[in-house]
């Protein structure tokens, strides 16, 4: 998803069974509500757009629908396999990728009492497709389904359009969530700030603008065990405001939000035995791209843009801006995926290389300064994107090629103008909804890309991407997905900046944070337990 107020693919097996989950260590099937553990409470700046699951596309309504919903599928702690969740066993039952089925676990009962069943499961899927909020999931997820059959109230089956070997890592997203069909009307989203799952939490209270309580779901049957009997999310508008409330002891602990050097100094005090905040760290799959329009006079010549990746030096902009809380990103597939290349690094090396890039600005018949405008917008990609940015200025001007100013907005104008094309080049970042190559590459480079910057390569559209939506094997998908990325380094629509690691900061005594620190981009709730320090 792209980010909002600031969501790596792994080879898929043709089935996914009830047994792979047991050997995956994800428990035993027993309920949640048994827990006993104190309450937590969790600061962050990201607010929640939606509790209904067929409107929120963004990283706070996730939090929500991953603990009040189930889906058919789910990621394990720290695995980016789908296994079963509110399923049995799922799988493919034909070589296209084009029919999906599922037979339900018994038992499974919404936080109400209602039994669910099949017709539950076609209801939310035909509902969210039905209503296709702008701001839901419908659109960019789940436009492959093309019917839904529910043979008996254990069993449902996908028909999709056209192949989408990724679509099992849909449904273990958000983007899967099962609501009560008697609680949720089919063409309009539910408005009275309540949630009705089947999931280990539920939602106890919710507003908009301080916080949304939750509570230990005592009717609740899967896998996942709650080491706490509830979890209170705290909403706070700015970095500073986040830092002292996880600082005097307002929240337990802060996610996202902080700034970089905040969390670089909190990190370095712990470490030599200072501090009483901890910072746990974990891998990520967030990145962030500069993006070019293509349509624009200046950059619209691949030159310039060839130009500027031989220049950007993002290991200088890394230290000096962020402190080295995130890692440099070579390529449009982030670190730790199935497929992840190097392509940028390999065509245009280290960067600070005025001489290349002034040879290809020759080698184009381009002798003047080139002139033109970096965009931002101040929060919604990071507290240090306009800084990131004017380091990036500097550089380019620095080597008397390029006279490159930077400019920002707030994030609707910033948003409205991009879709309107009026800037040049631009910021985007980016959290994954599934974590496959997949979703690094269709959404910005397929037909109807969300970058909005008019670049369109009929190899990627017409053959690659289709190509790799039908492999249920993703590693049998990696030569075209490499084929992707050495194509886009070469024509320079974006050029990757960096990639994210998840932070949290917490006080002492709260453990289990880890396990909502990995690439399926999951936070457990349920994982998270609160001791006397």
Known sequence: ????????????????????????????????????????????????????????????????????????????????KPQPDAAEHCEFTDEESRTFSCTLRSGLKFSNGDKLTSEDVKYSFERTIKINDENGPAGALLGSVKSIDTPSAEKVVFHLK??????????????????????????????????????????????KDKKAVFKVNDSYSGDAKAKNSGVTMSFYNDEDTLKKAVTDGTVDFAYRGLATADIARIQAAYA?????????????????????????????????????AYVIDRQTMIRDVYKRTVEPLYSIVPAGLTGHTTSF?????????????????????????VAFTLWATPVRYGTGTVAELRTIAKQLNATGL?????????????????????????????????????????????????????????????????GTAAQSDRTAAVEDFKKIQTTVAEDVPVIPLWQGKQY?????????????????AVFRFWEIEKTDS
């Open 162 to 207: 056209y192949s989408d070997a990724t679509f099992p890592m849909k449904v273990a997203s958000a983007a899967g969530s099962i609501v009560d069909h008697t609680e949720y009307k089919m063409d309009a989203l539910r408005t009275d700030g309540k949630a009705v799952g089947s999931g280990p939490y539920t939602l106890d209270s919710y507003d």
């Open 1 to 80: 998803m792209l980010v909002r107020n600031r969501v790596q693919r792994l080879a898929l097996p043709l089935s996914v069974t009830m047994t792979a989950v047991v050997v995956a260590g994800c428990g035993s099937g027993t309920s949640s509500g048994d827990s006993s553990g104190q309450a937590v409470t969790m600061g962050i700046t990201d607010k929640i757009t939606s509790v209904d699951p067929a409107a929120g596309y963004d990283v706070g309504s996730w939090i929500v629908f991953n603990n009040v919903f189930q889906s058919l599928l789910a990621f394990p702690d720290g695995s980016t």
């Open 272 to 308: 030599s035995g200072k501090g009483t905040l901890q910072v746990i760290e974990g891998n990520g799959a967030e990145i962030q791209h500069l993006v070019f329009n293509l349509d624009d006079d200046v950059v619209g010549k691949k030159a310039v843009r060839q130009a500027v």
């Open 402 to 466: 390029f006279d490159v100013t930077v400019k920002s907005v707030d994030a609707d104008t910033y948003a409205k103008n991009i879709e309107a094309g009026k800037y040049a080049a631009y910021v985007k970042g980016w959290v994954p909804d599934y974590p496959d190559p997949d979703n690094f590459t269709a959404p910005f480079f397929g037909e109807g890309n969300v970058l909005f910057n008019n670049y369109t390569n009929t190899t990627i559209t017409g053959s690659l991407i289709p």
């Open 345 to 369: 690094f390999d065509r245009y090396g280290e960067g600070g290389d005025t001489a290349k890039a002034q040879s290809v600005l020759t080698a184009a018949g381009i002798t003047d300064k």
């Open 504 to 520: 949290v900061v917490a006080r002492n005594g709260i453990t289990g944070l880890e396990w909502s620190l990995d690439p399926a």
